[in-house]
Each structure stands twice: as C-alpha cells, then as structure tokens.
C-alpha cells in the first residue's frame, strides 16, 4: 500500500502516459485471454463428460497462466493436455512482460525518481554565507573549486537539470538544481549573502546570469567572463562589477613571458604597498651567481621569495645558484623593483626583435597586439581563412608544415607562441619546434591544468594554463578573502602569528624549513613591514603574510593550527 500514491502520482504525470495507455492494453488483452482460455476449458470438460461452473473455469485457467498447477483439475484428452500447455506457454511469456512492466514502470522507476529528487539539492543549507555561486562547470570553474576547498571557503554550483546535478554530486561537488535565468534557483542559493558570483557562460548568458542577480541583491560582487569587446559595456549596464576577456588576459600574459627575457620586474600581484614581482635571469649580470653573492635584500632591500625553474616553484635560499632559465620571484616596495630594474634591466638591444604566434583566435590575437605594442615583428599562423586579419602579419596554412613555419619565420624569430585551444596539438608543436629551433624561447598554452608539465617536457620555457589564469583572475577579485594567488601554483596568504611564535624570532622559528613557507612581511597595528628582521621576535597581536604554494600553506596550517582573526583587502592581476 506504501507505493500507491507513487502509483497514482505517476499515472497522473505526462510523461507516464503512454505507459499507462500501454498498461491499459495488456491489461485488456489479458482479460480476453482469461475469457477465451475460459470458454475454452468449459468447452473441452463437456466434451470430456466433466461439468464445472464458470467461476472453477476462471479458477483453472489463472492457476494455470501462473503455473501454480495444484492438479485438482486435469484434463483425461490429448486436446484438453495440448490446450493446457498452451495456457501454460502464453500465460508464462505474458506474466513474464506484464508483471516486471507494472511494477518497474509504476513502483522502481518512480521510486527511483523520487529518491534522486531528493538527492539532487535544490538549495544550499540555511545559514550559508561567504561562499562563491558558480553557474557552470569547466576547467576554469573546476579549479576554482580547488582552490575553494584548500582554503576552506564553501561554494555551490548551479546545474540546469536534475541528471547532471546527479552526476556532479556524485563527483563530490557541492551542487543544486537551478535554472540560470531562475530568480528562485539565486535565491535558494543565498546569493544575498555570497560572496561573489562567477558568470562563464556565454555573454549573452552572462548577461541574463548578471542581471538576474541583480533582481535580488546589488551588493554581492558579480565577475562575468566576456568573449567580445562588445561585451563588455552590456555586461556592465547589467551589472557585472568587473568584465574579464580572458582570451586578451591570457594572450598579454604568453607575449609578456616571451618578452620576459629583458631582466626587468613585472608586478603580478600586489597589496599595501607590497608588490610581488617576477625577473627573468636570462641575459642578466645574477646569471651564475647564488643569492648569498648578490645580495639582492642587503643592497636593493627586495626580498626573493623563490624561483620558477621550468614552471616549478623552488624556494630560494643563500645558495640557491641562479640559472638563465629561471625566473626570480621577489617581493619589495614600488621603489625597491624600480632600483632593481635599474640594475638588471637588459639594453633594448638585447631586445626581442621578432616572434611567430601560432594560432589567430581571442589568445593569439591579443598575444600579437602585445608584441605590435612593444615594438616587436610577429607572423601569426592560422588554418582558417575566416580568421585573416592582416596579410601581411598573418601566414596562411598548419604550424606542423615546415614550409609554413619557414614562410613565417621560423629560422630568424626568437620566440614562438603557442596558442591552440587543443592541448595535444600544442605538445605536438612544442617538440617540433624545439626540435627545429634547439635555441628558441617557446612558450605554450595549456587549457588543462593537467597538461601543463606535459607541455614542459615538450620543450616549452614557459606554459600558461587557460584555467589557472581564469582561475587567478576571478579569485583574486574575491572580497574578504585571506588569500592571493600570485602565480599559478603559488599563493600568498595571510596568517596570525600562532601562539606557539610569539616571541621567537624568524630565525629561531625556522618557518621555511620547517612548513616550506616563505615569510615576506608582517603586519603589526596595521603596518606592513616588508623583508622582516629575521633576529626580531613576533608580536603576538602581529600577522604573517607568506607565500608558498598550496602544499606548503597545507604545512603550515597543519602545523600551527593558526586561526583567522581579521581580514585583508588586497589587489592581483595574475601571472604577468
């Protein structure tokens, strides 16, 4: 009786109608096989001289439909036994549809859908706050939920159908059901009270995303991605706070890495006055030194966070030896990477004269329209003719054509940029191109973060990941939030001195050694103090700002067990 109303409330669906009218039918041709099975049986027992009643002919024929077969009536002919088998045969295959039909059509399957129903959430749990409404999954989004869970900030994501919230919950993922254009789905997500919402659909969903939010709270930060220029004055009026075209991003970020090799500082992330910034070592006067002859926090007062060696973060130390591959990552005042750049910056002869762009789409476009900016001649490769802008900057054909690479200027150029939206395409480039050109600077783009150290050993000096930098620049528009990220893989983040340092200096804490976290400044009342004195000990009111990557912040909290106890408002722009 339990799966009645489960009965009665699928019957009532549309969906269910059909199985309903086809339930009707058997159900009908089965009553006609009991009565002409009936008639039958009464006919053969006259014939054979037995006499019985109507209802003992309905009595044999179920009994024997069901091959239940209690032997009290039987049959003395050869035609009474062949029709017997008969109504043994048809009623065995007939149960063998009807009965398994009704019930997993009219009791599994309902039961099934209500138990997803009720699995599939269709809102976030009461009292939910500070958490990041996300509206699609994609590798951008998936590594914002990475870093959301290292970090312990909740999020939720919005799935426009209850199978693919199915799907996603069982992923692990912290998902409802929701429309994108609903107000309600919003509201049940407690956007009111989010702390900001990411919009990565299309633009004219992010648009609708936008300005459905705004139906229901003006206060919460909405960051919307832009595949157009055009896009970005509409997403405005609806309401976005910030607009991002991460194609442009990602495309200035490659041509900077390729324009990386002058020796000057590019700031990639930044917060009172407190500027992180990156250094090439290729071409310098530091290349084949250690840290501890230069001197670098001694004269310039900057202090060296760590170096990239071939897209791993190292942290640096006395004698860590400087290659020309590296990438020298420091922290210090506007001022401090002005005195270094007056120091390290490479002549404008040294410059990088030209560069071949492989790919003509939103990256490899923006990458072009870096090199035009700083002076530097570049060919773009592209397939499509559609994409062709410029003839005379653009080379018609495939990068994998070395008739093509040579048109553009493969044997003279000092960089290549690799801008294909396909990962395996661009490990494919990189090792020809490495192959062909042992001495060239590549840099590659890699749209999953997984592909990343393929594309290294490829042959590539330096790879941007399509979702990292996506990531980066949604993040670090997060207000309240206790952490920047400053680079892929590498995070500075904001820490109060744990009771067990109060009073200890740097030195005697061993911090670095101990967590792999780099201390880079401490704040005290409100004072930032960049390049702390290692011999000074550690107010107990103070904070520590460090910077390492995700495993070594995991260290750290596992070690020390810090609490949050106030709240920073900092600025970052990503990888430069």
């Known amino acids: 009786m339990k799966s009645l109303p489960l009965v009665l409330s699928t019957m009532s669906a549309p969906l269910r109608r059909r199985n309903v009218q086809l339930l009707l039918v058997l159900l009908g041709v089965f009553a006609l096989?009991?009565?002409?099975?009936?008639?039958?049986?009464?006919?053969?027992?006259?014939?054979?001289?037995?006499?019985?009643?109507?209802?003992?002919?309905?009595?044999?024929?179920?009994?024997?439909?069901?091959?239940?077969?209690?032997?009290?009536?039987?049959?003395?002919?050869?035609?009474?036994?062949?029709?017997?088998?008969?109504?043994?045969?048809?009623?065995?295959?007939?149960?063998?549809?009807?009965?398994?039909?009704?019930?997993?059509?009219?009791?599994?399957?309902?039961?099934?859908?209500?138990?997803?129903?009720?699995?599939?959430?269709?809102?976030?749990?009461?009292?939910?706050?500070?958490?990041?409404?996300?509206?699609?999954?994609?590798?951008?989004?998936?590594?914002?939920?990475?870093?959301?869970?290292?970090?312990?900030?909740?999020?939720?994501?919005?799935?426009?159908?209850?199978?693919?919230?199915?799907?996603?919950?069982?992923?692990?993922?912290?998902?409802?059901?929701?429309?994108?254009?609903?107000?309600?789905?919003?509201?049940?997500?407690?956007?009111?009270?989010?702390?900001?919402?990411?919009?990565?659909?299309?633009?004219?969903?992010?648009?609708?995303?936008?300005?459905?939010?705004?139906?229901?709270?003006?206060?919460?930060?909405?960051?919307?991605?832009?595949?157009?220029?055009?896009?970005?004055?509409?997403?405005?009026?609806?309401?976005a706070d910030v607009v991002l075209q991460l194609g442009e991003l990602l495309g200035a970020a490659m041509a900077q890495r390729a324009l990386g090799p002058d020796g000057r500082t590019h700031v990639i992330g930044e917060f009172a006055g407190l500027r992180i910034a990156e250094a090439s070592i290729a071409g310098t006067t530091l290349a084949g030194r250690t840290l501890g002859e230069v001197r670098l926090r001694g004269r310039l007062g900057i202090g060296i966070v760590g170096v990239w060696r071939r897209g791993t973060f190292e942290v640096a130390t006395a004698d860590t030896m400087l290659g020309p591959t590296m990438v020298l990552l420091m922290a210090g005042t506007s001022d401090q990477l002005a005195a270094y750049d007056q120091c390290y910056a490479i002549a404008g002869s040294e410059h990088l004269t030209s560069a071949i762009v492989i790919g003509g789409g939103r990256v490899g476009r923006a990458a072009g329209r870096s090199f035009f900016a700083e002076g530097v001649r570049y060919r773009i490769i592209e397939q499509r003719t559609d994409r062709i802008r410029d003839p005379d900057t653009y080379v018609v054909g495939d990068a994998a054509d070395l008739a093509v690479l040579k048109e553009a200027g493969i044997d003279d150029a000092g960089t290549v940029v690799i801008t294909t939206h396909d990962d395996d395409m661009n490990v494919y480039l990189a090792i020809y191109c490495r192959r062909l050109r042992p001495d060239i600077t590549i840099v590659g783009r890699a749209n999953l973060d997984r592909n990343v150290t393929t594309l290294y050993r490829a042959g590539a000096d330096a790879v941007l990941s399509y979702a990292s930098t996506g990531a980066t620049a949604i993040w670090n528009h997060l207000r309240h939030n206790d952490t920047l990220l400053v680079a892929e893989g590498l995070n500075m983040f904001r820490r109060p001195v744990p009771p067990e340092l109060a009073g200890r200096s740097l030195a005697e804490a061993h911090i670095r050694r101990d967590t792999g976290c780099n201390v880079v400044s401490v704040e005290v009342d409100g004072l930032m103090r960049g390049n702390p004195d290692a011999t000074q000990p550690l107010p107990a009111d103070a904070d520590l700002i460090l910077v390492g990557d995700p495993a070594a912040e995991a260290r750290f909290v596992e070690r020390y067990h810090p609490t949050r106890r106030r709240r920073w408002r900092r600025h970052g722009r990503g990888p430069a």
Do not use: C, K
């Open 33 to 239: 096989l009991v009565a002409v099975y009936s008639t039958v049986f009464h006919v053969l027992m006259e014939r054979e001289g037995q006499s019985h009643s109507w209802p003992t002919s309905v009595y044999w024929t179920l009994v024997t439909m069901t091959t239940l077969g209690f032997g009290d009536i039987t049959f003395q002919s050869d035609a009474g036994r062949v029709f017997s088998v008969v109504v043994l045969l048809s009623g065995t295959v007939f149960l063998l549809v009807l009965l398994p039909f009704t019930f997993i059509q009219f009791v599994f399957l309902p039961w099934m859908s209500l138990r997803d129903a009720a699995r599939a959430p269709r809102q976030v749990p009461a009292g939910t706050a500070g958490h990041l409404v996300l509206t699609g999954l994609g590798p951008i989004e998936d590594a914002l939920v990475r870093r959301a869970d290292q970090v312990g900030i909740p999020y939720v994501l919005l799935a426009g159908d209850r199978e693919e919230t199915l799907r996603l919950h069982d992923r692990g993922y912290r998902v409802m059901v929701g429309e994108l254009d609903d107000p309600a789905a919003y509201r049940a997500a407690r956007v009111e009270a989010a702390a900001l919402i990411a919009a990565t659909s299309t633009d004219t969903t992010n648009t609708n995303i936008t300005f459905t939010v705004r139906e229901i709270t003006r206060q919460v930060p909405v960051v919307a991605t832009a595949s157009s220029a055009a896009s970005i004055d509409i997403l405005g009026l609806a309401g």
